[in-house]
């Protein structure tokens, strides 16, 4: 058992060398397909009613736009409630204060008793008690406000929606994502290429990736030192990344890569 582990460690370790220190620049030309380089989907947490939606398919939009918001007459009713109790809880506070202090005074000139003082110090440590816990849930009332706003977490295109008006949305239900956003002009073209190839790739190196007939320069990424792809024998996949901001380009457009 321990054999085959150096032997695994070992093999890894001549491996790893042989990739950091024998890439070479290699030209060839590749055919991939683009795709968005960053894809999220924009889910409800609360349970409720579509009331609002800013945006629609083709909409660029920048990170902490408000996409979506649902109906939030509940939580705004609560949050007014937990204001006018952190208020209530403030005044209760500022009397014990008061009266502590001037009890305090008065115990310190021998003229009110030992009982008195911890009662009203007790008082205000209850007094102050109270507000944290009403301070805590109007946090947690204004946290649930802020949910019914579903907002943008990058600079992003909308590629997708399932979502309207009046829309009931529940999160313990299985349904589609309301929202679906992809990095704004940035793409990658996904290639498999053999052990070969793999061995001898320079991630520094130039490539250009076309599509369209029009030109990128893409960088290089390699998201594993690992086979993903079995077909006769192991690939390798390499993933191009290149920005393009003043068109919209298609998920599955044919792309052809060369590596210079």
Do not use: C
């Not at 093999?11 to 290699?26: D, G, H, R, Y």
């Not at 209850?126 to 019914?148: M, P, R, V, Y």
């Not at 996904?190 to 893409?218: I, K, M």
Request: glycine share 4%; charged share 20%; no cysteine.
């Amino acid at each position: 058992m321990s054999k085959r582990m150096l032997s695994n460690q070992g093999f890894l370790a001549v491996f790893a060398s042989l990739f950091l220190f024998s890439q070479t620049t290699v030209a060839e030309t590749l055919d991939g397909r683009v795709s968005f380089q960053s894809v999220i989907e924009i889910n409800s947490i609360l349970r409720g009613t579509v009331a609002q939606v800013n945006s629609s398919v083709g909409d660029r939009v920048t990170s902490g736009d408000i996409l979506i918001e649902l109906d939030s007459t509940r939580q705004k009713a609560k949050v007014r409630i937990a204001r006018n109790q952190v208020a209530k809880m403030q005044i209760e506070v500022d009397d014990a204060d008061a009266k502590f202090t001037r009890q305090q005074d008065m115990y310190d000139r021998g003229s009110l008793s030992l009982l008195l003082y911890e009662e009203s110090e007790n008082a205000l440590k209850k007094a102050q008690f109270d507000l944290a816990i009403a301070q805590g849930s109007l946090n947690l009332a204004e946290h649930e406000l802020s949910l019914t706003q579903l907002t943008a977490p990058f600079d992003a295109l909308v590629v997708n929606t399932n979502v309207h008006l009046g829309l009931n949305v529940d999160p313990e239900l299985s349904q589609a994502p309301l929202m679906t956003l992809a990095s704004a002009g940035q793409y990658v073209v996904q290639v498999n290429v053999s052990p070969e190839f793999w061995q001898r790739l320079n991630t520094s190196q130039s490539v250009d990736v076309v599509v369209d007939g029009q030109s990128y320069t893409a960088s290089v990424q390699i998201p594993t030192l690992f086979p993903q792809v079995f077909v006769d024998e192991p690939e390798y996949i390499v993933n191009l990344r290149f920005t393009e901001n003043d068109k919209l380009l298609l998920p599955g457009t044919s792309a052809v890569v060369n590596f210079q």
